[in-house]
């Protein structure tokens, strides 16, 4: 029993040289040395060994079990330090390879025209100023040429509040009355732009709420030429100076003589389609000279000042120059349609 003793000690020994892993050491230390090893089964046999032999190979029996500890012990040092450089070297960073990019988020398309259309008009020489979204009824109508009861009233479709008389602003041609009010009687040339809210329905062409971008220009001796020439330079660059430019007749409370302006479409470059409704021409702005009462509640003299000012919608503008047919998507937060732009 002693040899069979030093062949399991001699076998274990050299198998333990060749194992590379935790799994299989946890096998062989069970093999050899565990609850039901080969070295606890000699051990169960002792009893059948004269009385005298079994004091020497019951010790024998521990001597070899505790060395055999030891040098699984060692072992598994060893595989756990290799296995940590192993695990070290295949995650090392190579610092010298480039740096992966973070993605980042984009400016929504409505934020880009914005920001286009704002460079354009500062590179012409006009200011941004900001006013507020709920404005009184007298801000918002009756200093705007539109008095109590006044059909003209019917354009919009007005959101007002639990407080008598105060509502969120239907366009942003409020802003001239705040911006002249605190100008006048000096000159003045801002664009107005903001959120305007309206009590619509729904659909692929009009929504509850929506940016405007209002223009504004107050001096000495400015005609209707100024208009015409100021917009026909806007339009060029914004949309390209091959493009054609018209203006029709139209009218608005707070202006006299009042104008739309159209420019050439541009899905079908004049031809015709269901975007242009087969026109030809697509409407960007709303525009004319400010009338005399709305220059003079803004604090300026009708027979000394004169003005033009305009209006047009960034997000009819995303939707012209992209071919855009639902103007829902621009709220719809639908990263497919987002990540487009």
Known sequence: MLQQLEEIRQQTIVALENVLDLETLQALHSQSVGKKGQITQVLRMIGQLLPDERPRVGQRANEIRQELEIAFSERESIIKSYELARSLEEGAIDVTLPGRSIATGKLHPATQTLRRIYKIWAEMGFQVY?????????????LLNMPAHHPARDMWDTFYTTQEGILLRTHTSPGQIYAMQEYAPEPVRIILPGMVYRYEQVTARSELQFYQVEGLAVGRGIRMTDLKGTMTAFARRYFGEERKMRFRCSHFPFTEPSVEIDIECILCDGEGCNVCKYTGWLEIAGAGMVHPVVLRNGGYDPTVFSGFAF???????????????????FWGNDLRFLEQF
């Open 130 to 142: 900001r006013s507020p979204d709920v404005v009184d009824d007298e801000t918002n109508f009756t």
């Open 311 to 329: 209006g047009m919608g960034p997000e009819r503008s995303t939707m012209l120059r992209h071919g855009i047919e639902d103007i829902r998507y």
